[in-house]
């Protein structure tokens, strides 16, 4: 289902530098894009700044410009490529800048380059706060009270009828750059003044704050015959207040019942529709705890750093769809990569819990500001897997590889109790760890969640986890012990530690005792089909045992196997990287 | 290998394979058919949709009883699960609408339910088996493995008989409303179905699934649906008969689910089972005129058989699944009469085709306006 002619040749606005707010997640997604456009017979131009990625690799595009992202460079390499599209929503917050530059300054029309996946009117909706705001309101979404302001004077006039705290957010920045919550009116001062400095349309956004409140986003696709889909949603384990992108996020939603997932998923269908996306958009919502009322707050018409965690998350390659769909291809023809029998068309089912845990920088700048808030510091981030979140947990957090090895990480200054009850209540890179240092001490978890605003689900989560570590302090070593503490994400050598003895030790005795760890495959729909995918996650279970009268058949146990996955193979064959499948292909654990 | 573990409860399949697990809910054996349902919010609604019935049934999402239960999210008078079996139970749920646990909720009702099953494991081995007989017992001390499947192998199954009537109403009630009146044949009805028709104004007025044609008709209906509910619509030749007249009064019919299938087994199409069952909240379904798919709810293991529907008679197969091509929706080429195999209401699941309760409700209004007139013209035969 073609529009006007086909589309023969594509250019593709790469993310440029890496910077916070937008890293390597972009590289990820536009390398799956063109790789999925070369699928598809239609010859790729990538223009990107950066040649440190995969994307502007030899065999990834058709041709490549490593030049400036810069409005006359585009232009040029428009005149001399003359393509028939431009896909501008791989390139984050970047290429859709450039995109609306193009459009606007003529170039497109004057060279007969269609703009794929997002109309030019759905990223200034998108984008632009007045014109979102009105589209909500159109459709009958709630908006939290907000007023667009190009100067102090007007910001002071706002803060007279809206009581702080307030929340700053320049409009077209990225990682939200330049913003802050202002809780006094010098703050409010500084960070608009800020704010301004950072928006290249000086212009910031002042609203309501909903700190405290649950955060949750939806990743959803559309494509040209309006079939829409979500492909995952995601809960914060910190409250509004804090960035998504320097947020603990688990997906899908832990603490959701189907009244409220079924209520954001629909509003997120509805936007997605009003904007009359082709391809991904993500939708960011702030919950009430204490009731059903809801206000979204943003919305990103493009491929995100959320779409390439839901991406990972689930198995679903996002970029790759979210391209073809931009060609004109439609949801329910493309297959599923996965099953290889399903269609794109359907929806991610986990059976896993996934959480990711921002990687801030501070072991390198030692004298930074640890607080976080809608200014995004992150500079990576981690992602685990297992059948727990516990489990989920404590693999992300070894996987930081930063001086908190595991969760029995302690500050010395949280001796003292103020100090611990600040590192709770005031977003930082330690809270995580703070909050189960005061679970540790004998803190209620209600308690620990009325200070940071965590729900309490996640801080009784951690409760048990110190339980664990108790037990595993004060109680015999048993097997059944053991198999607690594993299947609750507990290395071996923090089992080691806690009870007192080698590693070596533990190691033997868990293997002595059966445990090994088992291999589980992310296939996108928790295994309901037979699915083909090299992308599996390790947890510890119990194997079901056979009795006499059933046949037996013996299985190899991948024990010794490690199916190490790099971030660029995952998920998929679309976006393997460099050297990182033969990791892979050298060891293939049977699928369980 | 010894067992180091072993477990206190299990679930034994008729094949012999026994899946051990810890016991939460109440202490009691069950039968019934193992199925499992890709959902991942809506427990409570799957454990009180009636369609469950005498099903044991396997959760694949590992994290089950984070907010709880409540009394809203009911579908029906109590839960009809045999069973649930999961992985990971939390018995500290977080919800501001929470007014209990699970396993409180569970025990409540006599309903018997592990947690810490490899119920990936499972789900492969039903996907690649089938749905079968299966057993859960909550204590197997001092049984053995080998009674234990036999009694798996000779477990009642709720395809064995017609078990509609035990989940249908035992009386007729009414929801008062101002739109088109429309009777809904209960044949183990969900809430939310009710919720979705009274929200739109509709009079509604439920009734047994015993209810025989003729008295439907005296209540002079705009409109009928037939529920969804459990078990092989083969086993209900009294219902496909109530439907067959109805569908000869030629008033606006739509069928749900089970309702779906009688309406087939009404106008002499077949039905068969599938191998393992359409359960969760993800399943595409395309419509066949309009190219457009729509993701919904799903839970049945009995289909219509596409090559049996009288296309000669003006029935065609409106939708399919996209996952297995399996008819999701048959309609008339003139009267005003579909169903759908998938679920509007959701709960759980998308709302993705709450449409349809549109476009049903329309055809009521349009017949009540038509019949309005016809019955004046005629002096008013119609109360």
């Known amino acids: ?592 | 290998m010894p067992e180091l573990f072993a477990s206190r409860g299990a679930l034994v399949l008729e094949d012999g394979r026994i899946f051990g697990g810890e016991p939460f809910g109440a202490e009691v054996d069950a039968e019934g058919e193992a199925v499992f349902t890709t959902s991942m919010v809506g427990y409570q609604e799957i454990a009180t949709d009636p369609s469950f019935y005498g099903q044991i049934v396997c959760l694949t999402y590992p994290l089950i009883g984070n907010y709880g239960v409540n009394a809203d999210d009911d579908q029906s008078r109590r839960p009809w699960a045999a069973g649930l079996v999961v992985r990971e139970y939390c018995d500290e749920p977080s919800h501001w609408r929470a007014t209990g646990t699970l396993a409180a909720y569970l025990r409540k009702h006599g309903i018997p339910a592990l947690h810490s099953v490899d119920t990936r494991a499972l789900t492969r081995h039903i996907r690649r088996h089938g749905a079968m007989r299966a057993l859960i017992v909550s204590d197997r001390a001092g049984r053995s493995d080998e009674e234990l499947v036999e009694r798996a192998r000779r477990a009642w199954s709720p395809g064995d008989q017609d078990v509609v009537t035990m989940v249908t109403t035992t009386e007729r009630y009414a929801v008062e409303g101002t739109g088109p009146h429309v009777v809904v044949l209960d044949c183990g009805l969900k809430a939310e179905i009710v919720a979705s028709l009274a929200r739109r104004g509709a009079r509604v007025t439920v009734v047994p699934a015993s209810t025989p044609a003729a008295d439907i008709l005296a209540l002079a209906p705009d409109g009928v649906l037939t529920s969804p509910g459990p078990g092989d619509p083969v086993h209900n030749a009294p219902a496909v008969e109530t439907v067959r007249q109805l569908v000869a009064a030629e008033l606006p019919f739509l069928g749900v689910c089970l309702g779906h299938q009688l309406l087939a087994l009404a106008i002499g199409a077949r039905t068969g089972k599938l191998k393992f069952g359409h359960r969760g909240g993800n399943h595409p379904v395309k419509d066949l005129r309009t190219g457009v798919v729509r993701i919904t709810s799903q839970n049945h293991g009995y289909h219509v058989l596409a090559d049996s529907v009288p296309v000669d008679a003006g029935w065609r197969v409106s939708q399919v699944s996209l996952n297995d091509g399996t008819v999701e929706g048959l309609e008339h080429a003139s009267l005003p009469i579909s169903s759908i195999q998938y679920h509007p209401e959701g709960a759980p699941g998308p709302l993705d085709s709450q449409d349809i309760f549109d476009q049903f409700l329309d055809r009521a209004a349009r017949y009540r306006q038509q019949s309005g007139a016809l019955t004046t013209r005629v002096g008013g035969v119609r109360e």
């Open chain 1, 1 to 592: 289902m073609q529009a006007t002619k086909p589309i023969s040749s594509v250019l593709v606005i790469g993310s440029g530098p890496i910077v916070i707010g937008q890293a390597a997640e972009f590289d990820y997604a536009g390398t799956q894009a063109l790789r999925a456009l070369r699928e598809e017979g239609i010859r790729s131009i990538l223009v990107n700044s950066n040649p440190a990625t995969i994307m502007t690799d030899e065999d990834v595009a058709d041709v490549v410009y490593i030049e400036p992202l810069t409005l006359d460079v585009l232009r040029r390499v428009i005149i001399r490529e003359r393509p028939d599209g431009l896909l501008p929503t791989l390139g984050g917050q970047t290429g859709l800048n450039l995109a609306v530059e193009l459009a606007e300054a003529g170039i497109l029309d004057r060279y007969g380059v269609r703009l794929l996946g997002t109309p030019l009117d759905a990223i200034r909706r998108a984008e632009d706060r007045e014109l979102f705001k009105q589209l909500l309101i159109d459709i009958g979404e709630p908006v939290v009270e907000s007023a667009i302001v190009r100067s102090l004077t007007e910001a002071r006039e706002f803060a007279r009828t809206v009581p702080l705290p307030l929340i700053v957010r320049p409009a077209y920045t990225l990682g939200g750059t330049g913003g802050g919550i202002a809780t006094t009116p010098e703050e409010l001062d500084r960070i608009v003044a800020a704010g301004l400095a950072a928006s290249p349309i000086h212009q910031v956004l002042l609203e309501r704050s909903l700190l405290g409140w649950k955060e949750i986003e939806y990743e959803v696709m559309r494509d040209a015959s309006d079939t829409c889909i979500t492909i995952c949603n995601m809960e914060n384990l910190d409250p509004m207040g804090v960035h998504t992108g320097d947020s603990i996020v688990v997906a899908p939603s832990q603490t959701l019942t189907d009244r409220d997932y079924q209520m954001l998923r629909s509003a997120a269908l509805r936007i997605i529709r009003a904007l009359g996306i082709e391809g991904g958009c993500n939708v960011q919502f702030a919950l009430d705890p204490k009731s059903s009322q809801y206000y979204v707050i943003e919305v990103n018409p493009r491929v995100s750093r959320s779409s390439a965690l839901a991406s990972k998350a689930t198995g679903y390659p996002i970029a790759r769809v979210a391209a073809k769909i931009a060609v004109g291809r439609r949801l329910d023809e493309l297959m599923n990569s996965v099953t290889r029998q399903t269609k794109a068309a359907f929806e991610p089912a986990l059976d896993y819990c996934v959480v990711k845990i921002p990687r801030w920088p501070f072991d390198k700048f030692r004298h930074a500001d640890r607080t976080i808030g809608t200014q995004m510091k992150a500079t990576g981030e981690v992602m685990a897997i297992d059948r727990s979140f516990e489990a989920a947990l404590q693999k992300a957090v070894r996987s930081l590889e930063t001086d908190q090895k595991d969760l029995g990480w302690e500050d010395p200054a949280w001796g003292d109790a103020a100090v611990l009850e600040d590192h709770i209540r005031r977003p930082n890179d330690l809270r995580l760890w703070a909050m189960t240092a005061a679970l540790r001490r004998g803190w209620s978890p209600e308690r620990v969640s009325e200070l940071s605003g965590v729900d309490p689900w996640f801080t009784r989560k951690l409760a048990r986890l110190v339980a664990i570590e108790r037990r595993l302090a004060e109680e015999e070593l048993t097997p059944n012990l053991i198999w607690t503490a594993k299947r609750a994400g507990f290395a071996d050598a923090r089992i080691a530690a806690l009870a007192g003895v080698p590693v070596a030790e533990v190691t033997a005795r868990r293997r002595e005792a059966g445990i090994h760890p088992v291999y589980k495959m992310v296939d996108t729909c928790a295994a309901e089909f037979e699915a083909a995918t090299p992308y599996f996650y390790s947890t510890y279970s119990r194997r079901p045992r056979r009795t006499s009268t059933a046949r037996m058949r013996r299985r190899t146990r991948p024990s010794r196997c490690r199916a190490r996955r790099r971030w660029w193979s995952a998920p998929g064959r679309s976006a393997s990287g460099k050297g990182s499948s033969s990791t892979t292909a050298a060891c293939t654990p049977r699928p369980r």
